[in-house]
């Protein structure tokens, strides 16, 4: 409780914050404002205790609408059809430019395609409630190398923090001309705390489609970064395997309960690329 002298009367009167709201997009402040003689006085009727509202904007969490972004090559003409025999088209722009053999991966739900010729490739997935997509496609016949992530529908961002449980895949290909050495796939955690704007993560438990003797030289962290317009990007950390790279994604959901993403860097030799899509959920 404070003192306040009304402007124009010369009289104290007493002002009480009944509650205060910060979020995003503003501060709130309701609370009311009476004589201090006891008596009731409404600053807008001038007769009955009312309610005193000041603020930038009512207390209301950010709504991020449908958006698909692309990293490397631009995927946004990128169609994919079901031949119904096992095999996919991609086309780009309406022209075919890739068929593949896809199938289902031990981890994740993530789909995997490789082209029967060509050493075209992809993985894509879509999170549980269907809210989220995420394609990777690279090409060695055509100049294609890229990622493209979606988010379907609106999603609210919650407050407080979470920690998000999911999967990724990748593939290793050369950067001298996009020729495929191995995929690999594993888990990721992203720690979430909407209230600060911050996220972190990374990689671990891989596991490769080809022989190997450890896949862990594939895994990576996820510096802090920060949340901007329902999405965020940040950089990978360096080690002994792998040269600093980026990551980036959305949360999808109604309510923000799911991520998506991608992430890429280079081998320490410089002679490799690792590209991958992830995706995970909180509790």
Not at 135 to 146: C, E, H
Not at 224 to 237: K, R
């Amino acid at each position: 409780m404070v003192k306040a002298w009304w402007p124009g009367n010369g009289t104290l009167y007493r002002v009480g914050i009944a509650s205060v709201c910060i979020s995003l997009t503003g501060i709130i402040l309701r609370g009311f404002i009476c004589p201090n003689d006891g008596g009731r006085y409404d600053v807008f009727k001038s007769n009955w205790c009312g309610w005193i509202i000041a603020g930038l904007s009512a207390c209301s969490s950010p709504t991020f609408g449908p958006v698909s972004t692309n990293h490397g090559s631009d995927l946004s003409g990128l169609t994919i059809t079901d031949n119904g025999d096992g095999t996919f088209t991609f086309s780009d722009g309406g022209t075919p430019i890739s068929t593949v053999v896809s199938y289902n991966s031990n981890v994740g739900g993530f789909v995997i395609g490789v082209a029967p010729t060509g050493g075209d490739l992809i993985h894509s997935a879509q999170t549980p409630s269907n809210a989220g997509s995420m394609l990777l496609f690279v090409s060695q016949s055509f100049d294609v190398d890229g990622v493209r992530l979606e988010r379907v529908g609106e999603t609210v961002l919650p407050g407080g923090s979470a920690t998000f449980t999911g999967h990724f895949a990748l593939q290793n290909y050369l950067t001298a001309n996009r020729a495929p050495t191995g995929a690999v796939e594993g888990d990721i955690t992203l720690v979430v705390d909407f209230g600060a704007g911050t996220v972190a993560g990374g990689m671990s438990n891989a596991t490769g489609f080809a022989t190997d003797t450890d896949y862990s030289h594939f895994e990576v962290s996820f510096e802090e970064t920060s949340i901007v317009n329902g999405g965020f990007s940040g950089a990978t950390v360096a080690n002994g395997d792998n040269q600093a790279g980026t990551y980036d994604g959305l949360f999808v959901g109604a309510n923000g309960e799911e991520a998506i993403g991608h992430f890429t860097y280079l081998r320490s030799s410089g002679t490799d690329r690792r590209r991958g899509i992830l995706w995970g959920d909180s509790p």
